[in-house]
């Protein structure tokens, strides 16, 4: 170690790092900052939230898109069960019977959760319900279970709509994938501008397909009442039609296929805080508008389906074919048809906004109870959850590529997960009637408690329907997410736990004696400069620059700097480091320094910040992997001294000197 002090030394003026900083008014906005403000609007502060909240109307279009779009491929998932095996019997005698009782347990769930929705006003998700009644554990399992959902209803979502959009104009299945990808991304975008901007934004495209599908079955049964039902011809690449013989299983396989349409039920119950005030009560007018809805529109497309005999196929759907025979030619039918198809598809890719409306707010509940990223419970730019509408975002993407935005293959994954939290939740439910005996609690013990029945008994017939198709792989998912939920929850309780012990004795302990702070050079510049200058500031009992010399030459190069500068004020340590660990050798003499127990070490590292991005990767991250070195060292505490690239003019005069410095001298 060579060490430079010369305490005789005549003072000398020091190096002045720049010129004092602006006031914050002055300092510019941050370029990603700028750009977030172009892309989704001005901030939001914190006490607008209450202005974000949502009326029935904007409400209706945001949470129960999901729902009501499912009834444009509910009844086909039916047929796509039944036609191979049992043909044209489908039609007549099991598509209508089955979306019945389909619709009977839809009107179980609205009353299940409206119960839910008047006990837990402030939230009642599957998630609260079932941690506050049944305890965590198998609230992560309700938890996971929906998150998947909203996942997977994501991916469904812009399948399905691209289906419709290449059922009408076949020029696009080609493009089906980066055009899905591409939705996901816009509705991200939609949400990250505020739940109120979303609704929207969003609301037209589902008013549109309410109005469409309900003028498409009011023109559809009036004609066939008054001029005759007629078929269908099977379009071209059709499914089977098979002529097999009905059987328990095969009714259930349907049954099972048109459990998509319930997803999404439960979204109005875990948005209630989104609602105006009174929110629990708007949230329960809400969700019984929803129910009439879809189960008048699922009731009625499955009757014209049965009555057309829309046989599914792989480049149309049964949706388009019940509305191009409902409206006929013409040009009047062929204008209703493409708004109908439109509507479809628009509303198909929106009931994805059901997902980023909800799946934000559950990951927000899972994080503030330690079971997921802390992250997660952050509000962003526009006061929504935007970490998780980013997440959901990314996890949507990857199902659509894996299948190739095919909704055939993507079903059997579907409904699983939603049906496994609808039980969970009516469970939790029925067990805070028995506990709590409140006005009316048997009836709401009977509601609830049939609820659970109900979709336990649906959970069952889809997992073992589905199970060879895909919910397997649910089924498997969902038990090892909640493991590694439950180990996150050890972490953070380990972190929490450890973080207040012992406080008051922390806060007790006897100050060290000396105080020794090194500043770390890598060259006589202005950061150096400047870490100096605050190292003077800290009166410490002794202050030393330490270079660690990967190179002996810029060593000796940077010593005679040192005294031709007159910083011989400030000692400086060379330290050979031939073998060029500069963190190893960096944590020696940090280590030397605190030899004794007595001295407290506070080591200042110079740091460049770059005013772009690219400018970064053209230097490494030592500054970085120093602090990181020390990291775990009691008693050495790191201090990053920023210096701020571009923040002086250069004159012309200095470029010239700078330049006539490097060239070779003779």
């Given at each position: 170690m060579t060490v430079i002090d010369d305490p005789q030394a005549a003072p000398t003026t020091p190096v002045v790092p720049g010129p004092l900083p602006p006031s914050v008014g002055g300092i510019p906005e941050a370029r990603s900052y700028r750009l977030k403000q172009k892309v989704l609007g001005p901030a939001l502060h914190t006490d607008q939230l209450e202005h974000q909240r949502l009326g029935k109307p904007t409400a209706l279009a945001v949470f129960a898109s999901d729902a009501l779009s499912s009834t444009a491929y509910a009844s086909e998932e039916i047929l796509r069960a039944l036609v191979p095996a049992i043909g044209f019997l489908a039609f007549t005698a099991f598509l209508v019977p089955?979306?019945?009782?389909?619709?009977?347990?839809?009107?179980?769930?609205?009353?299940?959760?409206?119960?839910?929705?008047?006990?837990?006003?402030?939230?009642?998700?599957?998630?609260?319900?079932?941690?506050?009644?049944?305890?965590?554990?198998?609230?992560?399992?309700?938890?996971?279970?929906?998150?998947?959902?909203?996942?997977?209803?994501?991916?469904?979502?812009?399948?399905?709509?691209?289906?419709?959009?290449?059922?009408?104009?076949?020029?696009?299945?080609?493009y089906r994938v980066p055009m899905a990808l591409g939705f996901i991304a816009v509705i991200a975008w939609g949400n990250l501008r505020g739940v109120k901007e979303s609704g929207r934004i969003f609301a037209v495209p589902t008013y549109a397909f309410i109005v469409s599908m309900f003028l498409m079955i009011i023109v559809g049964v009036t004609r066939g009442v008054m001029n005759g039902f007629a078929t269908i011809p099977p379009p071209d690449g059709h499914i089977a039609i098979g002529t097999g013989v009905v059987t328990i299983v095969l009714l259930l396989k349907g049954f099972a296929s048109g459990g998509a349409a319930m997803t999404g039920v439960e979204a109005i119950s875990n948005g209630v805080p989104a609602f105006k005030k009174p929110e629990a009560k708007h949230a329960r007018q809400t969700l019984m508008i929803m129910g009439v809805c879809l189960g008048t529109l699922f009731l009625g497309i499955s009757f014209l389906a049965a009555k057309y005999q829309a046989v599914p196929s792989e480049k149309t759907t049964v949706i388009s074919e019940v509305a191009r025979q409902a409206f006929g030619g013409g040009p009047v039918g062929h204008a209703i048809f493409f708004f109908v198809q439109a509507a479809t598809m628009l509303i198909l890719v929106l009931a994805a906004n059901t997902s980023f409306a909800d799946f934000p707010r559950l990951a927000s509940f899972h994080a503030d109870d330690a079971f997921m990223p802390k992250q997660l419970t952050k509000r962003g730019h526009r006061l929504v959850f935007s970490n998780g509408i980013i997440a959901l975002a990314v996890a949507a993407a990857i199902p659509v590529l894996l299948f190739q935005a095919d909704v055939s293959h993507l079903i059997p994954l579907y409904a699983i997960g939603v049906f496994t939290s609808f039980t969970l939740s009516q469970a939790g439910m029925s067990v805070r009637h028995v506990k709590l005996k409140e006005p009316g609690w048997r009836l709401g013990l009977f509601v609830n408690g049939l609820g659970a029945v109900t979709t336990l008994v649906v959970t069952l017939v889809i997992g073992w329907m589905k199970f060879s198709h895909g919910a397997w792989f649910i089924i498997i998912l969902v038990p090892v997410m909640v493991a590694l939920l439950m180990r996150l929850n050890k972490q953070y309780e380990h972190e929490a736990v450890e973080l207040i012990h012992d406080v008051d004795d922390a806060i007790g302990t006897p100050v060290l004696p000396r105080h020794s702070v090194l500043v770390m050079v890598g060259d006589v510049d202005r950061p150096t400069a400047r870490a100096i200058q605050y190292a003077r500031t800290m009166h410490a009992d002794e202050t030393r620059a330490v270079h660690l010399a990967a190179d002996p030459e810029h060593a000796l190069d940077l010593a005679r700097k040192w005294e031709q500068l007159g910083l011989t004020r400030v000692p400086l340590d060379?330290?050979?480091?031939?073998?060029?660990?500069?963190?190893?050798?960096?944590?020696?003499?940090?280590?030397?320094?605190?030899?004794?127990?007595?001295?407290?070490?506070?080591?200042?590292?110079?740091?460049?910040?770059?005013?772009?991005?690219?400018?970064?990767l053209l230097h490494d991250q030592t500054s970085r992997k120093l602090a990181k070195a020390l990291a775990q060292v009691p008693h050495a505490n790191v201090t990053l001294v920023p210096y701020h690239l571009g923040s002086i003019h250069i004159s012309d005069e200095e470029w010239e000197a700078f330049h006539a410095s490097k060239q070779p001298h003779h």
């Open positions: 089955i979306t019945g009782v389909l619709v009977a347990v839809l009107v179980i769930l609205v009353f299940s959760y409206r119960q839910t929705i008047k006990a837990y006003p402030s939230a009642g998700g599957a998630y609260i319900v079932t941690k506050d009644n049944l305890g965590l554990l198998p609230a992560q399992v309700a938890g996971v279970a929906l998150l998947t959902d909203y996942i997977l209803t994501v991916a469904v979502s812009v399948s399905a709509g691209m289906a419709a959009l290449y059922s009408a104009v076949p020029f696009f299945y080609p060379i330290v050979d480091c031939p073998d060029r660990r500069i963190e190893r050798a960096l944590l020696d003499v940090v280590c030397e320094e605190l030899s004794g127990d007595r001295t407290e070490v506070s080591v200042l590292i110079p740091k460049r910040e770059y005013k772009h991005f690219w400018h970064r």
